[in-house]
């Protein structure tokens, strides 16, 4: 935990505490969002190959998840944290460039 709290820059346990609990909170809701969305997509599991459901389930997962991570940040009073950490994973993945991520 402090190798987590140090790499974060984290103050207190129990900053870290809402981090893991925003983490889990919005893991949870984007898992079960999935399902309803795909559907209204006309993707089904029974009707769709696996090959071709799963990934498409995932691309459709991950914007709903980076939507959801910010606002309940913001409901658990960490969205300063969630926001840079956003920032910081679009730049990785090459979306954001320069000082866009550091800001």
Do not use: D, H
């Not at 870290?16 to 309803?36: E, H, K, S, W």
Request: hydrophobic fraction near 55%.
């Amino acid at each position: 935990m402090r190798k987590l709290k140090q790499r974060w820059g984290l103050t207190s346990n129990k900053q870290l505490l809402l981090l893991l609990l925003v983490f889990a909170v919005t893991g949870t809701t984007a898992a079960r969002c999935a399902a309803p969305i795909t559907e209204w997509l006309g993707l089904a599991t029974a009707g769709s190959s696996p090959w071709v459901y799963w990934p498409l389930r995932i691309v459709v997962v991950l914007p709903v998840y980076q939507v959801l991570l910010l606002v309940f940040g913001f409901l658990f009073g960490q969205f300063a944290f969630f926001w840079q950490f956003e920032k910081r994973m679009f730049a990785k993945l090459g979306f954001i460039r320069g000082r866009a991520a550091a800001r």
